[in-house]
């Protein structure tokens, strides 16, 4: 299943993607489409958070939604007009969490390709660090160029949103409290974090974190340490790897994250880099005007231009 926020006039809409159209999953609960939440009367007004919040149950019943979207399509219903369905061009595309309850987890250093390139060692344990909610931006949302730095870099990543909460999380058990992956582009301003000896400031200007285009659940993307990567600045590869490339794969880093805290639904964790960043690369680092395109199989591709700080 392949969930997405939308922007409407009053806020944020919640959809999910049947066939290239969207279909909004507040609308079709309220139909009880398919017989979804068919015991619930109240208006639905759910949002990514609210939708995750309701686990298993919440996929459940969008899934029998969708079925019956599927099915009217197929027959030649015109599910279109009954304000369920809008085509995927009319809608525009917020972060899959427009405004996440607190901090994304982000990991530095995770590719030792990336390692080598930053001319670090290895790390012997994953290397987290953070940027605020404010951070986050659309998958076709603009990146600014904040007037705080003259270095900015980009960063493909695979991230991963927490569907179940839980503390101390196994190793084995940590697909399970995952709700589904999302691309991830962990912008970053170079000066900075050399200027701060740390990197959340370098990290953390608004529209440093492009994500999107939607949230693809688990079981839709299989195996996630095996999923090519890739990303390019006005066409031009810059970044090409396979996430199976990770020092720590995606159950070590929830484990070691969850040790003393606790994790909650909706918590979004990026997985790191590799090699490639401007920082190294012939091309240089971004300017403004470039187009930034990262992709992750599978999952599909977000799509920013750099522009100015207004």
């Known amino acids: 299943m392949r969930l997405l926020t939308f922007r409407t006039q009053p ?4 959809g999910a993607l049947v066939d290239g159209a969207v279909l909004d999953l507040n609308a079709a609960f309220e139909r009880h489409m398919g017989g979804a939440f068919e015991d619930v009367e109240e208006t639905f007004s759910l949002d990514m958070l609210s939708f995750l919040d309701l686990g298993e149950r919440g996929v459940q019943e969008a899934q029998k939604a969708l079925d019956e979207a599927k099915r009217l399509l197929e027959e030649g219903e015109n599910v279109y007009r009954e304000g369920v ?7 525009e595309l ?8 607190k901090n994304i987890v982000c990991l530095g250093l995770n590719y030792a390709d990336h390692a080598a390139e930053a001319r670090r060692e290895p790390p012997d344990h994953p290397v ?8 986050v931006a659309g998958p076709y949302d603009d990146i600014i ?17 927490i569907g179940k909460p839980g503390k101390y999380i196994s190793d084995g058990d940590a697909y399970d409290h995952i709700a589904g992956f999302t691309v991830f582009n962990d912008v970053s301003a170079r000066d900075l974090q050399r200027r701060h000896l740390q990197w959340f400031k370098g990290k953390s200007c608004d529209t440093f974190a492009p994500m999107g285009p939607w949230l693809v659940t688990a079981d839709e993307v299989g195996d996630p340490m095996g999923l090519d990567m890739w990303l390019k600045v006005n066409g031009e590869a810059r970044q090409s790897s396979n996430t ?6 995606i159950g070590k880093v929830l484990s070691v994250l969850s040790e003393g805290i606790t994790m909650e639904v909706g918590d979004i964790v990026a997985t790191g880099t590799p090699s490639g960043v401007g920082t190294t690369h012939p091309s240089g680092l971004l300017k403004m005007g470039d187009i930034v395109e990262a992709w992750i199989e599978g999952i599909g591709a977000i799509r920013n231009k750099v522009v100015a700080e207004g």
């Open 128 to 135: 987290f660090f953070t940027k605020p909610p404010t951070a």
């Open 244 to 249: 199976g490339n990770m020092i720590f794969g």
């Open 85 to 91: 369905l809008g085509r995927l061009s009319d809608v």
């Open 145 to 161: 160029y904040p007037r705080a730095t003259e270095r900015l870099d980009y960063e493909v990543e695979l991230a991963f949103v």
């Open 11 to 14: 806020g944020h809409g919640l």
């Open 94 to 101: 917020a972060a899959p969490i427009p405004r996440p309850r």
